[in-house]
T-cell receptor, first 114, second 114 residues
Framework: AQSVTQPDIHITVSEGASLELRCNYSYGATPYLFWYVQSPGQGLQLLLK??????LVQGIKGFEAEFKRSQSSFNLRKPSVHWSDAAEYFCAVEWGTSYGKLTFGQGTILTVHP | DAGITQSPRHKVTETGTPVTLRCHQTENHRYMYWYRQDPGHGLRLIHYSYGVKDTDKGEVSDGYSVSRSKTEDFLLTLESATSSQTSVYFC?????????????FGPGTRLLVL
């Protein structure tokens, strides 16, 4: 079965430090790739997505992600983390012709130290 | 705001009782989805709908049924609730908003089965 893996369950960074959250997916048809963020007790908010074209995509809140087909990866980055970025982050993949169904990774909890 | 509401937002029930969760959308989207969220599993697709009376199973459909008799409402029913169905349930629609076509999520329903 097609799968999405976020290898890091929990990451802690200091405010102002750079951040990279990893996401890998199993091989399949051309994927559409997404990153969502969830604050405690809240729903999911879309940060960014990749459908085609430029493999470096910009999102909201200063986040970016890079699609690397050869590595089956779609890592999320931010150059300088703010305390308000503390949340859980989910990578999701839609494989083509799947009625838009998403397969999610397990999530990465981000803690930000002052 | 994706125009998605879920009801109830919180529910406590007892094992063996039927439970119905409602997802309502205001923007006439064709595709609707039900996910459950559990720690360490991310979100997993339960059922989805691609039109009125058109539904199909997702990854974790056992113990759940759905109905969609009109475009705006997608109902998730637990025929006989079990403790393993204690979870947070999210409804989503596929539509076009600020970041283009993707899935947008409702606020979630917290269900506790005693």
């Amino acid at each position: 079965a097609q799968s999405v893996t976020q290898p890091d369950i929990h990451i802690t960074v200091s405010e102002g430090a750079s951040l990279e959250l990893r996401c890998n997916y199993s091989y399949g048809a051309t994927p559409y790739l997404f990153w969502y963020v969830q604050s405690p007790g809240q729903g999911l908010q879309l940060l960014l997505k990749y459908f085609s074209g430029d493999t470096l995509v910009q999102g909201i809140k200063g986040f970016e992600a890079e699609f690397k087909r050869s590595q089956s990866s779609f890592n999320l980055r931010k150059p300088s983390v703010h305390w308000s970025d503390a949340a859980e982050y989910f990578c999701a993949v839609e494989w083509g012709t799947s009625y838009g169904k998403l397969t999610f990774g397990q999530g990465t909890i981000l803690t930000v130290h002052p | 705001d994706a125009g998605i509401t879920q009801s109830p937002r919180h529910k406590v029930t007892e094992t063996g009782t039927p439970v119905t969760l409602r997802c309502h959308q205001t923007e006439n989207h064709r595709y609707m989805y039900w996910y459950r969220q559990d720690p360490g599993h991310g979100l997993r697709l339960i059922h989805y709908s691609y039109g009125v009376k058109d539904t199909d199973k997702g990854e974790v459909s056992d113990g759940y049924s759905v109905s969609r008799s009109k475009t705006e409402d997608f109902l998730l029913t637990l025929e006989s609730a079990t403790s393993s169905q204690t979870s947070v349930y999210f409804c989503a629609i596929r539509g076009v908003q600020g970041m283009g076509e993707t899935q947008y999520f409702g606020p979630g329903t917290r269900l506790l089965v005693l």
